[in-house]
């Protein structure tokens, strides 16, 4: 669509003169596609503080709050599902394919459903990160929109059940979905997607912490001979039997999740008082499965990262390698993973050389191409 056309579309909706309205469609598969719109997000309102923001996601505002800067609308909205998860590593694959074909039985009268919000919802640009069904309905609506995302769940479906005949028509109508959108962000590092034309590749999408070890031992009363090291399964929970793990004398485990172990060794996130990002700039390692957010951010911020992979998952490949290009990391398996067996490529880890931090450029270019529709 010409910058015209879109013009006419954007100025059918509000006068020239009213500040510029933003959906914002979030998909709920873990936080990761928080982590990069937000940033996206941020650095768009630094150029256009006057943006309306309203969000279209079933996480939590307490979670929305803690990386988007300025007021936004919350309608808690689920528009996508991705895969149906066991854990942050495992999926329910059968019951996946099921969700799918539930979600495409009445495929129409979802879409007539999404874009009559948006009409009554008036925004000037819809972006997805990455519920196609969001681009689906802007369309129907006459509302430009923007994908953005390392991923697509087209692909991501297909890599499960393309074996299966009756995934075909589903495929072909969220293959149409993503192709609605005026242009599709894919940020350095992101899986191949072959299906689609309207791609245009950016950086890389991270936050960049502040180095707080110092303060944090001091408040925490922690000796400066503990190695800091961050447990980060992502976004979906994931119960690691972490009070079983050994004891290792010089380490001190900082975990993401929000249960609590009796270790006088473990401390959790939440009861520290810092930003994720700036205590993950302040720990010597992270250890996690393959994530984008996770990753890019320890790369942009010089952590080490010992990780096990999902093994099934179709982006990983992409980001792994991408990681082992560019950032200091080690492999343990599945059952380290879970057992904390993993002391000797832990301190293996440590002694690696560390390479240039990459720079984080992708959001600023993804705004700029968003403000595009914007202005």
Known sequence: MGARNIRKLRDNHHPVNTPKHLIVAISSHGFGHFAQTACVLNALRRTQPQLRLTLLTTLPRALLETRLSGEFALEPVALDFGMLMQSAIDMRI???LDAYR???ADWEARVEQEAARLRELAPDLVLANVPYLALAAAHRAGVPSVALCSLNWADIAAFYFKANPAFAPIFEQMVNAYQCANIFLQPTPSMAMPHFTNIREIGLIARIGTDRRAELRERMGWPSSERLIIIAPGGIPTPIPI?????LTDVRWITTWDVQVERDDVSRHSD?????TDLLAS???VVTKPGYGTLAE????????LYALRGDWPEEPFL???LQQHGTALEITRAQFWN???EQELRRLLELPRPARQPATGAQEAASLIGNFLT
């Open 298 to 305: 320890a790369v942009c911020n010089g952590v080490p990262v």
């Open 94 to 96: 059968e019951a996946s």
């Open 272 to 276: 520290l008082g810092f930003d994720f």
């Open 320 to 322: 792994v390698r991408w």
């Open 283 to 285: 720990s010597d390692a």
């Open 102 to 104: 539930a979600f495409h």
């Open 340 to 342: 904390g067996s993993f």
């Open 243 to 247: 009070h079983t793990w050994p004891r």
